[in-house]
């Protein structure tokens, strides 16, 4: 009985957390430690299923979603995935990012292996065991205390995001004409809930209009692009973007400013003339002359192209004068 309960202690499972207390949206990690003794494992470990695994071991833990890697397979959940074993120690590490304030309490990971102390050979079935034993390995429960956000101190521009962060802000845009899209963009980097903290809101940004935004999360790094039109040609600068995090080391806000980014504005060009008043009034005098003409009797006609006739002379003759 006592080598019995020795052999079992050859196999087991620990869990721990990174963090005992922590904020809503605060990442923390959990990681599931299993350790065997490879001399046991090969002498005395007896397959689970029928589908033989390299580890035959089955660890049950709903919360657990571990990607395959590795070379060696055994049992997760109930499916197969691939882990690295070394030296007899597998290791699984999973993110949390608890969303509700108060106990978080994970269920205890459970480790399920079979051995046996006496085997004898089978021709059809191979190595049999003969005093087959199952033991299921329990680690002990996670337990982490969830705090809310403070409402003290909380500034408008905090969005969700928890951790220690630096922004940035840039435009590439070579003009600036009023009224017509441009392009700023904001990167946020840094430790903490990076894809799941909402952006900074610029539509209510005074002299400029926010048509849209595209958010990309590649390698750590957060960019916003945001989308603006400028409304005021007398800004000359995109004022700065605040960006306001929970410190959970400190337990309290801070507010990230970026630099204001000077705006090369041109002025729009000018409309085009109308020249619908002008010839209205053109039209007015033509009309005007006609019906002038059309009142003058023909002797006053006559009288009125001779004087035309005695004018040109007398600008003939001056003409000549100053020749």
């Known amino acids: 009985m006592i ?3 020795l052999l079992a202690a050859s196999v087991s499972i620990e869990a721990s957390a990174s963090k005992e207390r922590c904020f809503v949206q ?3 990690e959990i990681t599931v430690r299993v350790r065997y003794d490879e001399a046991f494992f090969r002498e005395k470990i007896v397959q689970l299923f029928a589908r033989e695994l390299d580890i035959p071991f089955e660890i049950t833990a709903p919360w657990l979603d571990a990607p395959s890697q590795g070379a060696s397979t055994l049992a997760l959940n109930g499916n197969p995935v691939s882990v690295d074993a070394r030296e007899g120690v597998i290791e699984f590490r999973q993110t949390v990012r608890p969303t509700e304030p108060g106990r978080l309490e994970l269920a205890a990971p459970v480790l399920r292996y079979a051995f046996a102390t006496r085997f004898e050979e089978d021709f059809i079935s191979g190595r049999v065991p003969l005093d087959r034993k199952d033991v299921r390995v329990r680690a002990e429960p996670i337990v982490v205390e969830v705090r809310d956000w403070p409402a003290e101190g909380r500034p408008a521009s905090f969005t969700g995001a928890v951790g220690r962060f630096r922004v940035s802000a840039r435009t ?9 899209p441009f392009r700023v963009t904001l990167q946020i980097q840094g430790a903490g809930n990076l894809a799941e903290a909402g952006a900074p809101r610029l539509d209510g940004l005074e002299g400029f209009h926010l048509y849209g935004t595209i958010d990309e999360m590649r ?4 960019t916003i692009h945001y989308d603006v039109a400028l409304l005021d040609p007398e800004r000359t600068e995109f004022p700065s973007i605040a960006f306001a995090y929970l410190d959970p080391e400190e337990g309290r806000y801070r507010t990230l400013q970026t630099r204001a980014l000077p705006l090369p504005v041109e002025a ?12 209205l009034v053109m039209t007015g005098v033509l009309v005007g002359a006609l019906l002038l003409l059309r009142r003058v009797k023909p002797a006053e006609t006559d009288l009125l192209t001779q004087a ?3 004018f040109a002379r007398q600008e003939d003759a001056g003409a000549a004068l100053i020749e």
């Open 172 to 180: 590439d845009v070579k003009k600036v004409v009023r009224a017509e």
């Open 268 to 279: 729009p060009p000018p409309p085009p003339r109308n020249w619908t008043p002008i010839l």
């Open 26 to 28: 605060e990442p923390f």
């Open 219 to 222: 390698a750590g790094v957060r």
């Open 3 to 5: 080598a019995a309960l």
């Open 308 to 310: 035309a006739e005695r």
